[in-house]
T-cell receptor
Framework: EAQVTQNPRYLITVTGKKLTVTCSQNMNHEYMSWYRQDPGLGLRQIYYSMNVEVTDKGDVPEGYKVSRKEKRNFPLILESPSPNQTSLYFC?????????????FGPGTRLLVL | AQSVTQPDIHITVSEGASLELRCNYSYGATPYLFWYVQSPGQGLQLLLKYFSGDTLVQGIKGFEAEFKRSQSSFNLRKPSVHWSDAAEYFCAVGPFSGGGNKLTFGTGTQLKVEL
């Protein structure tokens, strides 16, 4: 089954404790991205990756890092989480041709930073 | 800059009634428009998309949307709502060269269905 998986699905942590949210897709997609969803703000892009070893900032990259060492994985790293990063996070992937197909979204990771 | 407006934060309809969710966009070129649904605790699922051609687009689960360029709108409709349609609905517009052809999302409309 074609899917995007994220782990963990729920996470409670404390300010300053580094964490990583993993994202993996089994569709051999080149493009992957991370979004955060906040009430009243919709989804905003954090980082994206056009292919392996190619990453770039989205609209709200501050406080986040990513890496793309393999095509299937695109982890999101919070080096020093702060309470304003409490949010619902979605990973997404799609083929390179935007007009051929659209994005597949993971199930989401709900993060609470105390 | 591109933007998407969903003017209704919450909508409540009775089961069996018709539904229309509004979406207005601001974009300098020909838009590509999407509607996604997010059920409680779930990720986003694509309902339908408009790239070109017929301005009335059919999607999954009995949904349709109509692109009206003159009104910069892409409203989502369903003739008869089912209780399982209760969810949050997002309109999105793209692509944009910045952000690797990312989508810009609206703030969402929460749909409640009364039995």
């Amino acid at each position: 089954e074609a899917q995007v998986t994220q782990n963990p699905r729920y996470l409670i942590t404390v300010t300053g404790k580094k964490l990583t949210v993993t994202c993996s897709q089994n569709m051999n997609h080149e493009y992957m991205s991370w979004y955060r969803q906040d009430p009243g703000l919709g989804l905003r892009q954090i980082y994206y990756s056009m292919n392996v070893e190619v990453t770039d900032k989205g609209d709200v990259p501050e406080g986040y890092k990513v890496s793309r060492k393999e095509k299937r994985n695109f982890p999101l790293i919070l080096e020093s989480p702060s309470p304003n990063q409490t949010s619902l996070y979605f990973c997404a992937s799609r083929p390179p041709d935007f007009f051929e197909e659209t994005q597949y979204f993971g199930p989401g990771t709900r993060l609470l930073v105390l | 800059a591109q933007s998407v407006t969903q003017p209704d934060i919450h909508i409540t309809v009775s089961e069996g009634a018709s539904l229309e969710l509004r979406c207005n966009y601001s974009y300098g070129a020909t838009p590509y428009l999407f509607w996604y649904v997010q059920s409680p605790g779930q990720g986003l699922q694509l309902l339908l998309k408009y790239f070109s051609g017929d301005t009335l687009v059919q999607g999954i689960k009995g949904f349709e949307a109509e692109f009206k360029r003159s009104q910069s709108s892409f409203n989502l409709r369903k003739p008869s709502v089912h209780w399982s349609d209760a969810a949050e609905y997002f309109c999105a517009v793209g692509p944009f060269s910045g952000g690797g052809n990312k989508l810009t999302f609206g703030t969402g409309t929460q749909l409640k269905v009364e039995l």
